[in-house]
């Protein structure tokens, strides 16, 4: 079965610091992976994912996301945190054990990002 | 374009009731998925409708079900409401199912069952 695990409950950051949030997965075949964000009382903004291609992948509000495949890794990173980067982050991988590829997403728990000023 | 849209977005409801929630997905997006999110559970996968057909299903009773309509939008309906239904349900849109489509969500329905 595919699973996405995301270690840290919280990560606490400075404001001008480099973030990182970890996730790693675990699936049979290639994984497709996401990155989601989600603001209070909102619902999740999409932010990157990982088809193929390129380890290093670039995404929404500056951030980006190395896929590590013999760490079976997907950190999401951004070299510079600011305070409205405070949000939950999800990490998510598409389960493609069916035949026709559909859409189910397999998230991870979440982490919770604080920047502080 | 507008993003996904889900009504209501509050609801307060009893045990024992039913509920029906709705899902506008994005102007030609055809698929529309279904999640749940409690603090306890995190975000869990309901079901996914493409062009009308159930697509796949999560592990979920049969309470709960949903439907898509031939313009794609969808409705969800949980029967016989329990207190642990209380959750963000939240809707995602695609253009197809499958493929190396992200999902967009909505801002989700938060229900509350007393």
């Known amino acids: 079965a595919q699973s996405v695990a995301q270690p840290e409950d919280q990560v606490k950051v400075a404001e001008g610091n480099p973030l990182t949030v970890k996730c790693t997965y675990s699936?049979?075949?290639?994984?497709?992976l996401f990155w989601y964000v989600q603001y209070p009382n909102r619902g999740l903004q999409f932010l990157l994912k990982?088809?193929?291609?390129?380890?290093l992948v670039k995404g929404s509000y500056g951030f980006e996301a190395e896929f590590n495949k013999s760490q079976t890794s997907f950190h999401l990173k951004k070299p510079s945190a600011l305070v409205s980067d405070s949000a939950l982050y999800f990490c998510?991988?598409?389960?493609?054990?069916?035949?026709?590829?559909?859409?189910?997403?397999?998230f991870g728990a979440g982490t919770r990002l604080a920047v502080h000023p | 374009k507008a993003g996904v849209t889900q009504t209501p977005r509050y609801l307060i409801k009893t045990r024992g009731q039913q509920v029906t929630l709705s899902c506008s997905p994005i102007?030609?997006?055809?698929?529309v998925s279904w999640y749940q999110q409690t603090p306890g559970q995190g975000l869990q996968f309901l079901f996914e409708?493409?062009?009308?057909?159930?697509?796949n299903k999560g592990n979920f009773p049969g309470r709960f079900s949903g439907r898509q309509f031939s313009n794609s939008r969808s409705e969800m309906n949980v029967s016989t409401l329990e207190l642990g239904d209380s959750a963000l349900y939240l809707c995602?849109?695609?253009?197809?199912?499958?493929?190396?489509?992200?999902?967009?969500f909505g801002p989700g329905t938060r229900l509350t069952v007393t």
């Open positions: 998510a991988v598409r389960d493609i054990g069916r035949a026709g590829g559909y859409n189910k997403l397999i």
């Open positions: 699936v049979s075949g290639n994984p497709y």
């Open positions: 409708y493409f062009s009308e057909t159930q697509r």
């Open positions: 990982y088809i193929t291609g390129d380890n």
């Open positions: 102007s030609g997006h055809r698929s």
């Open positions: 995602a849109s695609s253009p197809s199912s499958g493929g190396t489509y992200e999902q967009y």
